[in-house]
């Protein structure tokens, strides 16, 4: 050897290589033979950079069959391998069964010129190199840089290794030797600062710089590198690549060849705009952008979760984690760097600096294996925050409603079974105007479980926003436009609380809107009805109630509970029929509403007595009408039903035509004068479509018809304004009819009517269930006495659809007085609101005499002492009306019984 001798040697297995000045040998200890001489490139020549004092040669086999060598500005790969090549006999035509040669040959796979002096190479990847190499600079007498010459702190005493040249980490492409990266080394060099500068010769020589990897770490020959992996490492590899190609080769994997850095290295693609609109982004914010799946840099990528599979947004748990990638070092002889590749964490932390929680959160789900310095939980956090626009103080004025949407349908993809998280963002929604009715179908009514006051704080606050938003409207719309809120957000409301409760109580609800479907339209099948309001809330309620036996949790997040914490654990077979499965108190929640219609009241006075059959109201306002008609579901919910009907009786009285009283008497009125005009009208369709029907109470029916609750009806005391005195209530009756309107009311005491029976009547409050079984129609009469046309309207259903009962006796030729005090109310009030149009009516011919009509058959009493017992007040009638063919319908009645 001449010169310096050998400047490096790299070893693999029975392979060895090093390098002089007039090149790299190779060389095969098994043959003790000399495989390759590779010259020295010709950039690997110190005279060609001047700021360098002296080039060192860097080899190192990534693999037993490929050497890596750097030296100068020239990078080269050399790959090793067999060749079978014919014996000299057999080219001299010896026997056939001479063996042919085997040599090994080295061929160049890889040789590019870089734009530094290499001071070490090491493998990234099967496709990528890492050379650490110097910059040199243009000229050696280029002006030294002095603002290097201080450290953080400002000491004059630390310099930059490498002079005027700049210690860069390149990775190089072996496909193309083009660098798709280049990363500035800043090692520092502390030594006296009149030395540094008096010192003759101290240009920075190659080999003070080193590189060292963990893909670098000289190797066994192959299968004894294999074999000296116990089992676990071997099915580690295995699940890390593909090892059909390597053992039909007999070759191990190298950990660079289990490692992709375009797989593996996480990294965040921006548009070459980026930089621009980021600078202005944070004078500005976009409004909703994020409604599509295409969003726009500033309104960052919120839909995310919603756009993309959950199985594409997370890891596959049967996959195997990835390879480690590999960790570099960079050693100088006053200084060292750690380098290592851009992790998961790394990514996240730049969205997060960029201002874009979603993107951050979307690259911690996609590498959840991998995050280690970010909490999944926190992430999630920030998105919520940054979605919802609540990073800072200000109201939610600016949020719109699309964005609330995405915040809703992304909470059970994100908070998944973290019951922590929920309870947290249920809170928070809860600050947010319309959240929690956003919401509300998709917090977990089965998994996870929440402790039951999270869902009394949403009730109560759901029904708090109602309130409110009735009142206002009312002020400003005025009553008539309650209703219309009504059917909105006061019924989300006790849809939601509905759906809350006891599933007994859901499942009772669905029977009594089936009930009533099947009893008034019994012509029709109950499923043909799709399109009607009763079977919206039967499938609602199904749905509901399938979601409260089968809801299971999803998404991201999981509950990460400590061994001592309880869990509810609830399976589906115990919804079947529970009655006390509710998922909030429903005793508290209706001291909570009561407390609620007390506003400005002494609480320490008041004694909410749950046990009392009539319910105390207080002095609501306008917008109590929700509240009242959620403690009438709870109360159903713990089967008061005689308390549920109390309120919803008080609903009728007090909430339904607050702004015209005597609209539904006028309706009333209307609909017997209506039929009156009619010719040919059927009887058994006498009771004429009204605009006062309220087909969301129509379940009050049926929950009295199914369970024989009539009797409820008959006390006068269903509610009290206090403790202390009487409330100024319409009679039961009264209020049902305002409740539930004309045409099905009508139908229901009709139904429901029975005779009077005067050995067993007893007053109001004496009324029981074992009293009576149906509504006595002189009872019903005496609460219709205080609206005279409600009691004409009644009077002339029995007349037309109870004749039996009422003019018709078979048993019988003396009608009961009570009987007859109604005919004499009836005839009074048919002189008071018959229709005065009938005036204009041709007179009926004495020759129709015997002709069966309406008003004659009510007329024509079958006892004469009944006629002659009313004969002075009709002959009274007589001479007083004023209807001129109600005279005359008189005098050929009485012509007819030939009085």
Request: glycine share 6%; hydrophobic share 40%; with cysteine.
């Amino acid at each position: 050897m001449d010169g310096k001798g050998i400047e490096a040697v790299a070893w693999r297995g029975g392979m060895i290589a090093w390098a002089d000045e007039s090149g790299v040998r190779i060389f095969d200890i098994e043959t003790m033979s000399r495989i390759a001489h590779v010259d020295r490139p010709t950039g690997a020549r110190s005279n060609l950079y001047p700021t360098v004092s002296s080039l060192q040669p860097c080899l190192l086999f990534e693999r037993s069959d490929s050497l890596l060598i750097g030296w100068g500005d020239c990078l080269m790969s050399m790959q090793i391998r067999d060749s079978t090549s014919p014996s000299k006999q057999s080219k001299e035509g010896g026997s056939a069964g001479t063996k042919d040669a085997k040599r090994k040959i080295v061929t160049c796979g890889m040789a590019w010129e870089l734009d530094c002096v290499a001071c070490g190479v090491m493998p990234v990847d099967a496709r990528h190199v890492a050379v650490l190499g110097l910059v040199p600079s243009l000229s050696e007498d280029d002006d030294y840089d002095d603002s290097r010459d201080t450290d953080n702190d400002g000491n004059r005493n630390c310099f930059i290794a490498g002079d005027n040249n700049t210690l860069e980490l390149q990775i190089i492409n072996r496909g193309d030797g083009k660098s798709i990266s280049n990363d500035r080394i800043p090692l520092l060099e502390k030594l006296n600062c009149s030395t540094l500068r008096t010192s003759t010769g101290c240009k920075p020589h190659v080999a003070d710089f080193s590189l060292l990897s963990s893909f670098g770490i000289q190797r066994m020959e192959d299968l004894a590198e294999w074999d000296a992996l116990d089992d676990g490492e071997k099915e580690t590899i295995r699940n890390e690549v593909d090892m059909s190609e390597f053992m039909s080769k007999q070759s191990f994997p190298d950990a660079h060849l289990r490692w992709s850095m375009e797989k593996d290295v996480c990294t965040i693609q921006l548009s070459p705009n980026d930089t621009d609109v980021l600078q202005t982004e944070a004078s500005e914010d976009d409004d909703d952008q994020s409604s599509s799946s295409n969003c726009s840099v500033l309104s960052d990528d919120y839909v995310f979760a919603l756009s993309e599979p959950l199985q594409d947004i997370l890891p596959d748990p049967t996959v195997p984690s990835r390879s480690q990638p590999p960790t570099m070092v960079i050693l100088y002889k006053h200084d060292a760097c750690l380098v290592q590749t851009r992790d998961a964490d790394d990514a996240v932390s730049y969205a997060r600096s960029l201002g874009k929680p979603a993107l951050a959160l979307k690259v911690a789900l996609a590498h959840r294996r991998d995050v280690r310095r970010h909490g999944i939980d926190l992430l999630v956090d920030e998105y919520f925050l940054a979605l919802l626009r609540l990073q800072s103080s200000s109201s939610d004025a600016g949020l719109s409603f699309s964005r609330l949407q995405i915040a809703a349908q992304s909470l059970p993809i994100l908070l998944g079974g973290d019951a922590r998280m929920w309870q947290r963002w249920i809170f928070i929604f809860a600050r947010v105007s319309g959240g929690l009715f956003t919401i509300r179908d998709k917090i977990p009514v089965r998994d996870p479980w929440l402790s039951p006051f999270v869902f009394e704080m949403a009730l109560e606050k759901m029904l708090n926003e109602t309130c409110s938003k009735v009142v206002k409207q009312i002020q400003t719309e005025g009553t008539s436009s309650k209703w219309d809120i009504g059917d909105t957000m006061a019924d989300l409301l006790l849809e939601t609380l509905r759906a809350w409760g006891p599933t007994s109580s859901l499942r009772r609800r669905i029977q009594m809107h089936r009930y009533f479907i099947q009893s008034h339209h019994l012509a029709l099948n109950w499923r043909s009805l799709s399109g009607s309001q009763t079977m919206s809330f039967i499938q609602q309620a199904e749905k509901d109630l399938q979601r409260r036996i089968s809801q299971t949790a999803f998404g991201v997040l999981r509950d990460v509970q400590s061994p001592n914490s309880e869990s509810k654990q609830v399976s589906p077979r115990q919804h079947i029929s529970s009655s006390d499965d509710s998922l909030f108190n429903v005793e508290n929640m209706i001291v909570r509403l009561t407390k609620k219609l007390f506003v400005g009241v002494d609480e320490s006075s008041m004694n909410y007595d749950l046990t009392s059959s009539s319910v105390l109201l207080g002095s609501f306002d306008q917008g109590a009408a929700t509240t009242v008609e959620a403690l009438a579901e709870l109360e159903l919910m713990r089967d008061r039903y005689d308390r549920a009907i109390g309120y919803y009786l008080a609903i009728g009285s007090r909430f339904i035509g607050e702004s015209s009283p005597s609209s539904v008497e006028t309706c009333a009125v209307e609909a017997v004068n209506k039929f009156h005009r009619s010719e040919g009208a059927s009887i058994s369709n006498t009771v004429p479509r009204d605009g006062t029907v309220q087909p969301k109470y129509e379940h009050v029916l049926s929950l009295i018809e199914l369970y024989q609750l009539h009797h409820f009806l008959l006390r006068r005391n269903y509610f009290f304004i206090d403790q202390r005195a009487e409330s100024d209530a319409c009679p039961p009756i009264v209020s049902l009819i305002k409740l539930v309107g004309l045409e099905l009311a009508g139908r229901f005491l009709m139904d429901s009517c029975s005779p009077p029976d005067d050995a067993s009547r007893l007053s109001a409050e004496n009324a029981s269930e074992e009293a009576y079984s149906g509504l006595p129609l002189d009872l019903v009469s005496d609460q219709l006495k205080s609206t005279p046309r409600l009691l004409y309207w009644y009077l002339f259903l029995l007349f037309v659809q109870k004749p039996e009962l009422y003019v018709k006796f078979a048993t019988t030729a003396v009608p009961p007085v009570v009987i007859t005090e109604l005919h004499r109310t009836q005839f009074s009030l048919f002189l008071d609101y018959a229709d005065n149009e009938a005036e204009t009516v041709t007179a009926p011919s004495f020759l129709d005499v015997d002709e069966e009509t309406l008003f004659m058959s009510f007329l024509k009493v079958r006892s004469a002492s009944i006629l002659r017992f009313n004969l002075h007040f009709f002959t009274t009638l007589l001479f007083v009306g004023n209807n001129f063919v109600f005279r005359l319908h008189f005098l050929m009645a009485a012509y007819a019984l030939r009085v």
